[in-house]
């Protein structure tokens, strides 16, 4: 069994060395080509190396490689990653590997770089590493290279590359389970610890997640004294209504500074955007990037768009027809399940719900095979960057799941005008989808428990003399990490159900608050034991989910107002007053954009970001600028003493005139920039 290699710093040798990535190869995978991919991974970066540590796995024949990092090179990587990290005055500021003694912890590289921070740098690194003069993969002459390619691309994109991950550690992760899923616990999540081992996607929406379901507690209580002291419908209607409002627009804006208080303290939330590599699933002719000057896939625009408005979105609108379709047949067998009822005197009243159950059985059918086809589509479009598919699959799934999960309830309150069905409606499918959810999240971490154990492989890993390396090649063997857009989704689907409807069932905040409270144990149990431990980047906030909360709780405010107006009670006072329709339309109207700029008030005098935090960061880019100021008149300096030692060196020549003296300094400043 091989070594591991030594780090380029002498200081950084150490008898142990922690692995952080796995790269496995495909299995007949010719030597040659794991040699050379050793010898890139190890290299200085001035012969096109990336100065990382690498195992050869198992043996040396094997496909396996394992790569860690020593302490040098994860800060200097940490510095053109661009981590912001803790100075010795309490400020969060961009980590300059020069000034590194004068951050907390640096001398201790677990302290200072959480794990999920080291195995993002390594990935960035690897990423990083491109050809210098190979004309092909070594071993595999036929697969060309390209000067300046990136060789961890290109190795996916010829499936030499079979997958790679970072690696779990088991110490942290069974601390970090028994404070996060267990049962036992119930205080709030160690969202600082999901950080670290986890990374910043994941503990941000896992804050969200807490932070929602503890929003809808005085709703909850709301809804329930409601229900409890059977108030009359209208001042129901009215109080749930102005409570919605209020409730939807202060949960957003709350949740913003929260979030940014969360990205200050991780560093996330100054971090420059770095240039994308393209997908490794993007294709397209081979050319210069006019950026890189590297040669890369190109795929013109012009088709990309083509395919989005002649396939994606007759796609989508026919999917569309689909769900409008399920919402015909749906009423159609509500009027007929009314009249038999109504004829059968001795026919169960469960029998009214059958068709709310059977419609909402079809929507969640229809959720999951749309997202399975807009999954397809949406890699078909090949967009090149990851931030580009992430954000064209989330709108076509998003204005699908609205229409899909929404349609049927606002076609019974805005046509039919039928409180008593829309209550009836929406408390199925609260309770169904629940249902079904909470039986997928509680029967897959079940089976896993019960059954995958069961196998001869899963055994060696509770075992205590099991090989570290076959602990590793477990962890391969799991299923890769979705991601958190179904859960997102989840969460937008529910923050549309409180906002919008809850004053006809005010029981939606409690239902939806139950069900979070499991969620939360069911979603992180999974992701600690059913799961390979995903790459994820740093994040500083939800993204476009941000957006589309937003967007719900803006139409919480009309939906609200048009229910109090159709309200029998509204209408029955209407009557009495002989109040007209049209009237009726515009006080509504009027009532309704009162609302409307009283939420975007309270939008703007709720700062997004906390006081504590502006001034953080404006003394921050204060010293910056000061201490740009001191370099340049520090360079200033200096030209004047190397133009006086010219003049004198010159015997009586004049030296620069004025204007190469102004060009010369400006150009030293420009460096300097």
Known sequence: ??????????????????????????????????RWLMTRIQAEKIVGGAELMVHPGEDDDGNMLLVSASQHVLLRAAEVVGLYKLYKDGSMIAF?????????????????????????????????????????????????????????????????????????????????????????????????????????????????????????????????????????????????SVFNMIWSTVVMELWKRHSSVLSYTWGTMQMNSQFEEPRVDYKGSMGINPITHRYQPYYPAWRRKLKIWCVSVPVLCLFLSFSLFGMYVFFRMEALVKAYYSENDGCWACVLYLPSILHTLYVTGMNSLYKMVAEVLTEWENHRLESSYQNHLTIKVLVFRFVNCFAALFYISIYLQDLELLRKKLASLLVLTQIINQLIETSVPYLYKTIMRKGAGLKKMTMENTPDIDKIKLQGEMSSFPGMFDEYMELFVQFGYVSLFSCIYPLTALLVMVNNITEIRMDAMKLCHLFRKPFISPAANIGVWQTAFEIIGFLSVISNCFLISISPQVEGYCAENNITPKNVLIWTVGIEHALLA????????????????????????????QALKHKLAEADKDDSREMAAKETLSDGTTGFNSAESSLYTSNKQLNLL
């Open 96 to 240: 300059s590997y020069r000034d590194s003694r004068n951050f907390q912890n640096s001398d201790n590289i677990n302290e200072f770089l959480t794990l999920a921070e080291r195995q993002f740098i390594i990935l960035r690194t690897l990423e990083n590493i491109k050809v210098v003069d190979e004309k092909y993969i070594p071993g595999y002459p036929t697969e060309t290279l390209y000067p300046g390619e990136a060789i961890f691309n290109r190795l996916q994109k010829s499936k030499i590359l079979h997958t790679f991950y970072p690696l779990h550690d088991e110490q942290i992760l069974c601390k970090l389970g028994a404070r996060w899923h267990s049962y036992t616990n119930l205080s709030l999540q160690p969202i600082d610890s999901i950080y670290s081992y986890f990374g910043g996607s994941v503990a941000m929406y896992f804050s969200f997640l807490e932070f929602f379901t503890c929003s809808l507690m005085p709703i909850a209580a709301f809804g329930a004294a409601v229900v409890l002291l059977s108030m009359d419908t209208i001042d129901k209607c009215i109080l749930f």
């Open 1 to 34: 069994m091989g070594s591991w290699t030594r780090p380029t710093c002498k200081c950084c040798i150490s008898k142990a060395v922690q692995p952080l990535v796995a790269l496995e190869l495909i299995e007949d995978i010719n030597m040659e080509t794991k």
């Open 598 to 625: 009283i939420k975007i008030i309270l939008a703007f005098a709720i700062p997004d970001v906390p006081q504590w935090v502006k001034l953080r960061i404006e003394r921050v880019e204060y010293q910056s600028l």
